[in-house]
């Protein structure tokens, strides 16, 4: 079977739906460490915040066995957008393709995350994503 969701999308556009949609919800699915030490999506300015939700645990990386319970239990609404980011967009989508095939629809992966891909010099932050689309953001 084939692996499907909503699909991929730019943090620009993330933005817009999450501007536009009051039932949009951004599920950040990074770790804590992650989300203390880098930094996080500010969503004061639309009334919104993100659902912090990781796909795996920190230390050792082990994928999240209560990720789907959590979501379920969440209070968003099934047919609202679903927008998942992760750093770079690889956690994030394996998110959006177990919730989709679970029942949640609209569900997207913000395809360059929060910090994008490495730049020429091996960083990230620098080439493309959240903080690189100049997207409101803060120190965790």
């Known amino acids: ?46 009334g919104k915040q993100p659902l912090l939700i990781p796909w795996q645990l920190f230390p050792n990386m082990a994928e999240n066995a209560d990720f789907a319970r959590i979501m379920e239990e969440s209070g968003t609404r099934r047919d609202a957008a679903h927008l998942f ?3 770079s967009g690889q956690r ?13 629809g609209r569900c997207y992966n913000v395809a360059d995350g929060f910090e994008g891909p490495h730049d020429e010099s091996g ?18």
Request: proline share 2%; charged share 25%.
């Open 92 to 104: 994030s989508r394996f998110a959006a393709i177990a919730m989709t095939g679970l029942g949640f």
């Open 123 to 140: 960083h990230r932050g620098r080439a493309a994503g959240w903080k690189v689309d100049g997207l409101p953001w803060k120190q965790g």
């Open 1 to 46: 079977m084939a692996e499907t969701y909503a699909g991929d999308i730019s943090a620009t556009d993330a933005w817009k739906i999450l501007e536009a949609e009051t039932d949009a919800v951004l599920v950040d699915v990074r770790t804590d460490a992650e989300w203390a030490y880098v930094g996080l999506p500010d969503l004061a300015g639309i």
């Open 85 to 87: 980011i992760c750093r």
